[in-house]
């Protein structure tokens, strides 16, 4: 009988043990996401409202009664001001999270805030630049789309991420060596008058796009496994979920960029053809 209660006490302990880990593991995926959302949500209100400030509350441009477009000069400084402020502080919030996980020191929660609200600052230029506000729908949609496809990947294959880091750094590599032939290219076909050359390296340059785009692509597969492997570990602070969040978060803005220039490369080639 004792042999038998002590093995019914080893069996609940071990139950306990497994359904306290499933629960921190849980845990640690929500405020990943939580936090995710919340960086996204923001960048998303911050961009919307800056684009309505100087877009109908201080415009940068108006329209005058002979249908002529006329620039006002004080707000578009303004804007361009607040643009060069805002890359350089995003810089220097991008070191503060970086020196801060390095170092273990502190919550890294306001700086993550205040770096989604200025990326939404940066990313109102795109309302005033493209004014489509169907081609930002479209490339938000195709982002959202391939972000939890490749999220997904990366989840369920997780104990691959060495493989994932390996094709990454192919990738990655791949990238440098176009671009930099392309450097060389571009130069020779311009100052040679040669625009068979200069051609293919629009060619080239349109190749790296689409590497750049597969590698950002692979690394939102490799951060996601990084995550489960992290969380199948057991660690899981609120720094770390933070940090988890903010790489996902680089990662889908990325996308969204990359997807939305390739928008624009096949809408503008559409309108010439």
């Given at each position: 009988?004792?042999?038998?209660?002590?093995?019914?006490?080893?069996?609940?302990?071990?139950?306990?043990?497994?359904?306290?880990?499933?629960?921190?593991?849980?845990?640690?995926?929500?405020?990943?996401?939580?936090?995710?959302?919340?960086?996204?949500?923001?960048?998303?209100?911050?961009?919307?409202?800056?684009?309505?400030?100087?877009?109908?509350?201080?415009?940068?441009?108006?329209?005058?009664?002979?249908?002529?477009?006329?620039?006002?000069?004080?707000?578009?400084?303004?804007?361009?001001?607040?643009?060069?402020?805002?890359?350089?502080?995003?810089?220097?919030?991008?070191?503060?999270?970086?020196?801060?996980?390095?170092?273990?020191?502190?919550?890294?929660?306001?700086?993550?805030?205040?770096?989604?609200?200025?990326?939404?600052?940066?990313?109102?230029s795109l309302s005033f630049f493209i004014g489509d506000a169907y081609i930002i729908g479209c490339a938000l949609l195709i982002t959202a789309v391939l972000f939890v496809g490749m999220a997904g990947i990366g989840y369920l294959t997780h104990n691959k991420l060495a493989t994932w880091t390996k094709v990454l750094l192919g990738f990655s590599i791949a990238v440098i060596l176009?671009?930099?032939?392309?450097?060389?290219?571009?130069?020779?076909?311009?100052?040679?008058?040669?625009?068979?050359?200069?051609?293919?390296?629009?060619?080239l340059y349109l190749l790296v796009e689409v590497v750049m785009l597969v590698f950002i692509l692979i690394m939102v597969a490799v951060d996601m496994a990084r995550i489960r492997t992290i969380a199948e570990h057991g660690a899981g602070s609120k720094n770390l979920a933070l940090y988890c969040a903010l790489n996902l978060y680089s990662d889908f803005i990325n996308l969204f960029i990359y997807i939305l220039r390739f928008l624009l490369v096949i809408v503008a080639s559409s309108r010439n053809n």
């Amino acid at each position: 009988m004792e042999n038998y209660a002590q093995q019914q006490e080893q069996r609940s302990e071990v139950v306990s043990e497994i359904f306290e880990n499933k629960t921190s593991k849980s845990k640690f995926y929500t405020q990943i996401f939580l936090y995710f959302g919340l960086g996204i949500l923001l960048t998303g209100v911050v961009s919307l409202l800056t684009s309505w400030i100087f877009g109908s509350i201080w415009p940068m441009s108006t329209i005058g009664d002979d249908g002529v477009i006329y620039i006002e000069e004080t707000s578009m400084m303004a804007y361009s001001i607040l643009l060069v402020v805002s890359a350089i502080a995003l810089l220097i919030v991008s070191f503060v999270i970086t020196f801060k996980s390095l170092k273990g020191s502190g919550s890294i929660l306001v700086p993550y805030i205040l770096y989604s609200v200025i990326m939404g600052i940066m990313l109102s230029s795109l309302s005033f630049f493209i004014g489509d506000a169907y081609i930002i729908g479209c490339a938000l949609l195709i982002t959202a789309v391939l972000f939890v496809g490749m999220a997904g990947i990366g989840y369920l294959t997780h104990n691959k991420l060495a493989t994932w880091t390996k094709v990454l750094l192919g990738f990655s590599i791949a990238v440098i060596l176009l671009s930099l032939l392309n450097l060389v290219i571009i130069p020779f076909g311009l100052l040679g008058g040669n625009w068979a050359l200069f051609e293919a390296s629009i060619w080239l340059y349109l190749l790296v796009e689409v590497v750049m785009l597969v590698f950002i692509l692979i690394m939102v597969a490799v951060d996601m496994a990084r995550i489960r492997t992290i969380a199948e570990h057991g660690a899981g602070s609120k720094n770390l979920a933070l940090y988890c969040a903010l790489n996902l978060y680089s990662d889908f803005i990325n996308l969204f960029i990359y997807i939305l220039r390739f928008l624009l490369v096949i809408v503008a080639s559409s309108r010439n053809n």
